[in-house]
């Protein structure tokens, strides 16, 4: 059976050498690349991040990878999303400033109402119950995040709930090929490397 080959998208932001540790560690080939020509030879490629919207877009942008992200996605490929990868599938954002995402998804990004930041472990709540996560409901996993999503319900498949006022946001989102992860599934240990695995395999059908 051929391997099946993961693509992190480098732009300068975010979590890399975990979560390419995590995926190699399942078993897959990994690249990590800025260079489209490395990138579309994926089966699925990973939108990591950690920093702001803008300057998120801003990296993206000048590397010249927002329109391969999304004829990655038009080719029925899977992208994931994952914490501040996640916020910029969607339409926008007004952390920094104004902002227009990928618009890969719908939805506004929004400062979390409760909290300045929401950090640490939190479980999540499957909303769809044939959703491929069914089986993570109630497991634990790390969030790091100052925003959330601010859109419909309909594309999540997982919620979490801060506890101070039991504000909720989406933990998981999912359209079609394209999925968002808004904790840090390379930093959840054993939860997130079984998540991570399943996301991947069932992108790929293997």
């Not at 099946?4 to 480098?10: A, E, F, K, P, R």
């Not at 004829?71 to 999303?81: E, Q």
Request: proline share 2%; charged share 15%.
């Amino acid at each position: 059976m051929k391997k099946i080959t993961v693509g992190i998208v480098d732009y300068g932001f975010g979590n890399i050498s975990s979560l390419y540790g995590c995926l190699n560690s399942l078993g897959f080939s990994v690249n990590v690349s800025s260079k489209k020509s490395i990138l579309k030879k994926s089966d699925v490629i990973f939108l990591p991040g950690v920093g702001s919207f803008d300057a998120g877009m801003e990296a993206l942008n000048q590397r010249d990878l927002t329109d391969f992200i999304k004829k990655f996605y038009s080719s029925g490929k899977t992208v994931v999303g994952i914490c501040l990868g996640m916020q910029l599938l969607f339409s926008s954002s007004r952390e920094g400033h104004p902002t227009k995402g990928l618009c890969l998804l719908p939805g506004r990004i929004s400062s979390i109402k409760s909290q300045s930041t929401h950090i640490g472990w939190n479980t999540i709540r499957v909303t769809k119950p044939r959703s491929i996560f069914k089986e993570f409901d109630s497991k634990h996993f790390y969030f790091n995040h100052s925003y959330a999503l601010n859109g419909s319900q309909k594309i999540v498949s997982a919620n979490s709930i801060i506890s101070s006022d039991l504000e909720s946001f989406a933990s998981i989102v999912q359209k079609g090929n394209i999925i968002g992860i808004q904790f840090h599934p390379e930093k959840s240990q054993s939860n997130g490397a079984k998540l991570l695995h399943k996301v991947i395999t069932s992108a790929c059908n293997a």
